[in-house]
C-alpha cells in the first residue's frame, strides 16, 4: 500500500557534487572567479585523503552549495546521457553584463543566449565543468538582497539532466517527487519544485539519445541532492521511493546533513538530504571553511591526513619588504619586480636611487632553466597567457594581503618592473586595476590580449624602451602603450639610447617621473572584482 504522504515536498536542490582534477585549481576558481566561499574544508567519506570542498553563501544555505572531490591528475570526463550536463547559478539580471566582462578578464571563454525568456552565460570551470549564470528578476528574500553586495551569485537557478528518453524519468521526478513540467523549448524540458522562493527550484531535462553516454572524470557531476524538510520527512521520502520501485539506500549521516541515496531510470544518481543540521555544528559563522573538519573516525588520523592533501592556497611569494627611510612621509611603496634571472633583492638599489618609500619586492615563482619568471612562456616573446592570468591574480592578492600586513596604504602601491616584472606590471595594471596608483616599467611589451579593457583613467604611468632593445620588439612596446592610453592611463614614454640593460638614465627618468609627473591623485582604490561580484 502507498504510504501517506500528502505533506511531502521537493523544495528545491540541496547541493550538486562534482568531481575536479585539482583542488588548488578548483578553489581558485570558485572563490576568485566566481567570488563564492569556501563554508567546509572535509574528506570524502570513502576516501579520507581526498577533499570534500563545500561552496556557498556567506552561511552555505541548502540551494547555494556546490561541492567538489578533487582528485589530483584524474582525467577529464565526457558529456553525454545519463549525467547531469549544466549547472546554472543565479544571478541579478542587471548583473549580467558586469558577469560577462569578468569572466572575460580571467580569460574564461563564454557563450551568451536566451532560455525561457532569461539571459543566459554559457561557460566551464577549469575542469570542463559546464556552468551557467540566468539573469533573474530582483529578489523580495531578504537574505539574497544581502548576498548581492557579496557575490551577487544568489544560489542556484537550476540544473539540466542530459537524458536518452524522459518518460521512465519523468515518472519519477513527477509523479514520485511531486515537480510539475511547466515549459519546454525544443528537447528542453522544464520542471518546477514546490517552492519557487528557494533557490534551485527548477530542473531542466535535455533528451538528446545521439549525445552518448557520458564517461565520470574530471569536470563531471557525482550527483545531484534535492531538499527536505527533516529527518521524518526523509524517512517518508524512502518508504515512497521504495514504492515506486527504487532501489534506496539507508539514512546516511554527513555531518551537516543525513542523506539517501537512488538512481533515477536515466542512471543519474539522486540524493534527498535534509536541511538541518547545517555547517555551524563544529565551525563558528564566521570561521567557516578555516579548518580541516574531520569525521570521528577518521580524527586519530588527522596527523596522516594533512600530510597527504594538497594546500588549497599557493605558497606565499618569497620577498623583502624595506621600511621607507625617516622623512618619507607620502605614504608611497614601491613594488619592485625583477627580471628574468632575478630575485627580491635584484633591485633594491635602484628603487633606493629613485624613492625613499617602503619597498616590497617579491620573487618570481616561475622557473625557466632554473631562473625565476613571474609566468611562463613558449617561447621567446611568446607568453603562456593562462599562466600570466593566473599568477597576475596571485600576485596581486598577495600584494593586497601584504599592504594589510605591513600596514601601507594599500591606493599607494607603485609598480617598477624590469623586463618581465614590467610585463607582470603590467598584466596587474589590465587585470586588476585596482592594485597599483601607477607604475614604472623599463622595457616592457604587451602581456596578452584583452577583449575588456579596465578603467585606467586616474593612473600615471612611465615606460622606458632602449632604442637598440633586441630582446623587446619595439611594436609589442607600442602596442601596449596604445592599450594602457585607450584604457585611459596617462603615459609618458622616454627612449633610451640603449639596449635591453637598465642604464643610468632611466633612474634619473624615473626619480623625475615620481617628482613631476605623478600628481593626479586617485580616488579610494575601487572594491576587487571578488568582493564586488
Known sequence: ??????????????????????????????????????????VNFDDPYTYHLYYGDETGRPGTLLTFFPWTGLPQGKPGTG??????????????????????????????ESRFGEPVVRFTDPHGLALELVGTPPSDDPRERAAVSHTAILGFHSATLQLERIDNTQKIIADGMGMTPVQQEGRRYRFAMQDEGSPGHLLDVIVD??????????????????????????????????????SVTGVRDRTYFKSIYFNEPGGILFEIATDPPGFTVDEDPGDLGTGLMLPDRYEPLRGQIEG???????????????????????????????????????????VRQISPAAIISPRGKVLENGMPRFFKRLAEGVFDENDVRRNAHDLGDFLTAAARR??????????????????????????????????????????????QLPDLRCRSIL???????????????????????????????????AGHELTAADIEAARAWLADDLRRACPAAPVREKDAA
Open 83 to 112: 549525467m547531469v550536463s549544466a549547472i546554472a547559478f543565479s544571478v541579478p539580471r542587471f548583473s549580467v553584463d558586469y558577469w560577462t566582462q569578468r569572466l572575460e578578464a580571467f580569460g574564461v571563454a563564454l557563450a551568451t
Open 308 to 350: 597527504q592533501l594538497p594546500p588549497l592556497e599557493p605558497p606565499d611569494f618569497r620577498h623583502v619588504y624595506v621600511p621607507p627611510e625617516p622623512g618619507a612621509a607620502d605614504g608611497k611603496t614601491i613594488v619592485a619586480l625583477h627580471g628574468t634571472g632575478g630575485n627580491e633583492h635584484d633591485l633594491i638599489s635602484v
Open 406 to 451: 605591513y600596514a601601507l596604504q594599500g591606493n599607494h602601491l607603485i609598480a617598477l618592473g624590469y623586463s618581465n616584472g614590467a610585463n607582470m606590471a603590467a598584466a596587474i595594471m589590465l587585470l586588476r586595476a585596482e592594485i597599483f596608483s601607477g607604475a614604472i616599467l623599463f622595457r616592457p611589451m604587451m602581456p596578452l590580449d584583452m577583449t
Open 463 to 497: 615606460i622606458t624602451r632602449g632604442r637598440f632593445d633586441r630582446v623587446i620588439p619595439s611594436a609589442e612596446t607600442q602596442r601596449l602603450v596604445r592599450t594602457l592610453k585607450k584604457a585611459g592611463a596617462s603615459v609618458k614614454v622616454v627612449d633610451m639610447n
Open 1 to 42: 500500500m502507498k504510504p501517506s504522504d500528502d505533506n511531502l515536498s521537493i523544495s528545491g536542490i540541496h547541493h550538486i557534487t562534482a568531481v575536479a582534477a585539482s583542488a588548488a585549481d578548483n578553489y581558485r576558481f570558485y572563490t576568485r572567479v566566481l567570488g563564492l566561499r569556501l563554508v567546509k574544508k572535509t
Open 209 to 246: 539519445p545521439s549525445a552518448g553516454r557520458g564517461r565520470p572524470g574530471g569536470g563531471t557531476v557525482h550527483h545531484i541532492a534535492f531538499r527536505t524538510r527533516n529527518s521524518r520527512e526523509q524517512q517518508a521520502w524512502q518508504q515512497r521511493l521504495r514504492h515506486f520501485g527504487l
